[in-house]
């Protein structure tokens, strides 16, 4: 299926989870198409929610259905330039289901996309999994993540350009990335610690001009 055909089918699942009215319920999957299919979407795209979506399958949230609708926003907004893109998401979250989502519930989930800001150890085991889940790209193996590495370049180049970009890349996420002393921070993911440091290091040697990315 493509990855298309899936983000709706996986939509409409969750909408009718929630018992959303279906023309609310279309609707809101137009404006999320909308979002995630804009041709500056090279990786954060709904190819991205769809793998994460397949990553969540079989792991035990607490709350499976925040969880998934969390993954479904947390990058509905988003733009190279800014830096709020996560808490605008939330925002939106909350804008579009203030009236049809019990609000402690809502809060949960917009809680979960905030945090996908810093992608760090909150304590709590579903927003945990959900960071994982986002970070899970980092441990493929290397011609996977290589396609995320140039789709997220594409993103960014048109804005501010090839030598900003890699030291920017470098310095604000692969440095700090690799400082951390887990990588993944629920033992559902370790195993995919080591292949991720592997791939952080080539990607930032490519940058640095040390060697060639392929």
């Known amino acids: 299926m493509a990855a298309a055909d899936a983000f709706a089918a996986a939509w409409r699942d969750l909408a009718s989870a929630f018992d959303l009215p279906a023309a609310f319920s279309e609707a809101l999957l137009a404006e999320l198409q909308a979002g995630y299919g804009h041709p500056s979407r090279h990786y954060h795209n ?13 792991l035990e949230f607490n709350d499976p259905n925040m969880a998934r609708l969390a993954i479904f926003f947390h990058d509905v907004i988003y733009d190279p330039t800014r830096s709020d893109n996560e808490q605008r998401s939330a925002n939106l979250l909350r804008e579009k ?9 809502l809060d949960r989930a ?29 441990g493929q193996p290397w011609p996977v993540y290589l396609s995320y590495a140039q789709g997220v370049m594409a993103e960014y180049l048109p804005h501010i350009g090839d ?47 040390n060697m060639p990315l392929a």
């Not at 709904?46 to 079989?58: D, F, P, Q, R, S």
Request: hydrophobic fraction near 45%.
């Open 110 to 138: 917009a809680d979960i996309i905030t945090a996908t800001n810093a992608h760090k150890a909150t304590g709590d085991h579903d927003t945990d999994l959900v960071l994982d889940l986002d970070m899970a790209i980092l």
């Open 46 to 58: 709904e190819k991205h929610i769809v793998a994460m979506l397949n990553g969540a399958t079989g």
């Open 97 to 105: 289901l203030a009236d049809l989502v019990v609000s402690e519930r």
């Open 163 to 209: 030598a900003a970009w890699r030291q920017g890349r470098i310095s604000l996420f692969i440095d700090p990335t690799l400082a951390h002393r887990d990588i993944f921070i629920t033992e559902h993911f370790k195993p995919l610690e080591t292949q991720a440091r592997e791939n952080l290091r080539h990607e930032k040697a490519w940058l640095s001009g």
